[in-house]
């Protein structure tokens, strides 16, 4: 250290007391694997989210009045658009870097979202969910449901043919709601859609209340982990409940991060020359009323606007309220999805009967109930992202839509339980067969639970 710096510590230290959690802080062991990079590739794409949309938010209008393009794109010149639409062909030709800024932004969302899906995957296969550690699970599930809708709030701000109809979407799924649906989807909406409120409200969530509220619990999800410590994957020899085995924050695990930060801001830039996404021009402004089959959502929103699309249209009229089948694939399903990830770790532990405190990670074929639930949900939620593509494959095929959407219904229905149920019965026999190799005379259900003993205060 040089003096200086030294004398500066020494006077900070003096009055904050800092020396010995800064210690402990820099100390901490992480665990080496690299499946615990993907919850870093996450906060990392999200630094770059909020320092590419802060550019962004300079150039962009929050408005859909109509203005006359001129600019320097020949496609648009002396049209009338609506102003966000305008504001956006504006910063990918007229803007110095906004192309740049605008394909960092989108490579990034894609990447913070994809890194996401797959650390929440990796926690709930690997048990990282279990006691005590449901808190930062549940507060895990929030984030999730935050980062869906920061994507969502994302691209509608373009006010594309695209936005427009997925805007439209959300708007009919909240009018769906039984009793209230005409007050929710008009105070969200500040009336009926299309409205002019739209755009800046959800300028408003996209680029302060989200991101704030990301910051904030994103800030609250690592305290937790910093408190609960890392668990770990089980190493012969080591009792896992005591001692983690791994590098210290300071300065190897400081060092692989820098490392990971120059790999992603690299392989986004690399990206944002080379693919020619967030190209606005493609599709055109929203007109309203107008649905166009080409607008297919971003990835992270196919399972919902598949499932949309395979629902039957019905109503059922009771005494008061209607039912409709946007409700029930628009809300209910897509709230039953994240009920069930919610109640999970719960259901696990009176399956299992576990009691304690759980550190040492597991392999999910040790887990039938686990591997079974994860993979067939998971599974659940492919087809029904394929769902979305009916348009495009009917297309390609030749087959009429009406075929390919009940190709997607049946294998949505059927395919996912079975799946399960092969994954379960394949994981029970799996321990039925070490049982006798490892233990003769031991339960499946002790072995179920390999690798994990309560833990020692
Ligand atoms: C905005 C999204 C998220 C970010 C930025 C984030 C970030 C992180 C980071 C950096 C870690 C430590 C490294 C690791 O264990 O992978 C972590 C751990 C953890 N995360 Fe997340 N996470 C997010 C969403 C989620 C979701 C959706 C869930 C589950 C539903 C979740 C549950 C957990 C749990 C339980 C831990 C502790 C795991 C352990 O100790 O092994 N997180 N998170």
Redesign the pocket.
């Known amino acids: 250290m040089t003096p200086l710096f030294a004398l500066l510590f020494d006077s900070v230290d003096q009055r904050l007391r800092l020396r010995k959690p800064a210690r402990k802080t820099l100390n901490k062991v992480?665990?080496h694997h690299w499946?615990?990079?993907?919850?870093?590739v996450?906060?990392f794409s999200?630094v770059i989210l909020v320092l590419t949309g802060t550019y962004l938010t300079f150039f962009y209008r929050a408005s859909t009045d109509p203005v006359i393009y001129t600019g320097s794109s020949s496609l648009y010149d002396g049209v009338r658009l609506p102003a966000a639409y305008e504001s956006v062909i504006r910063l990918s030709n007229d803007v110095p870097g906004g192309l740049l800024f605008r394909r960092l932004h989108r490579g990034a969302s894609h990447l913070?979202i994809a890194?996401?899906?797959l650390?929440?995957l990796?926690?709930?296969l690997?048990g990282?969910?279990r006691q005590p550690?449901?808190p930062?699970?549940?507060?895990?599930?929030?984030?999730?449901m935050?980062?869906l809708g920061s994507g969502f709030t994302g691209y509608s701000l373009l006010y594309d043919s695209l936005a427009g109809t997925g805007i439209r979407i959300a708007y009919s799924s909240l009018l769906a709601f039984p009793f209230i649906g005409d007050q929710l989807a008009f105070w969200v909406f500040g009336g009926e859609f299309p409205t002019g409120d739209v755009i800046p409200r959800f300028f408003v969530l996209h680029v302060m209340l989200l991101p704030g509220l990301?910051i904030g619990?994103?800030g609250l999800?690592?305290a937790?982990?910093v408190r609960?410590?890392?668990?770990?994957f089980p190493r012969r020899g080591v009792d896992g409940h005591q001692f983690i085995l791994g590098k210290p924050l300071w300065p190897s695990q400081v060092a692989e991060s820098a490392t990971l930060v120059l790999w992603i801001g690299g392989l986004l830039a690399v990206a944002a020359v080379l693919v020619p996404w967030s190209d606005v021009s493609l599709l055109g402004p929203y007109v309203p009323g107008e649905v166009g089959n080409n607008a297919q959502p971003d990835w992270f929103m196919f399972w919902l606007d598949g499932m949309l699309r395979m629902f039957p249209a019905f109503e059922w009229s009771l005494p008061g309220v209607t039912i409709n089948g946007v409700f029930v694939a628009g809300i209910l399903l897509p709230g039953l999805v994240f009920g069930a990830?919610i109640l999970y770790p719960f259901l696990e532990k009176r399956v299992y009967r576990l009691e304690g405190d759980w550190?040492v990670?597991q392999n999910p074929l040790d887990i039938p109930l686990r591997a079974g639930f994860g993979l067939g949900t998971f599974s659940a939620i492919l087809f029904m992202s394929a769902a979305a593509t009916s348009d495009q494959l009917s297309r390609i095929t030749g087959v009429p839509i009406e075929g390919v959407l009940w190709f997607w219904r049946i294998m949505t229905l059927f395919a996912p339980p079975l799946l399960a149920l092969a994954i379960y019965r394949y994981s029970r026999r799996r321990l039925a067969r070490r049982d006798l190799e490892v233990a003769p005379g031991e339960s499946a259900e002790s072995q179920d639970l390999a690798g994990a003993s309560p833990a020692h205060d």
Do not use: C, D, K, W
């Open positions: 992480f665990p499946s615990f990079l993907l919850g870093e996450a906060v999200f913070f890194s996401t899906v650390h929440m990796r926690i709930l690997t990282a969910f550690r449901e930062n699970y549940l507060l895990g599930i929030v984030l999730f935050i980062t990301l619990l994103v999800h690592l937790i982990l609960q410590r890392h668990t770990q990830l550190h990670l």
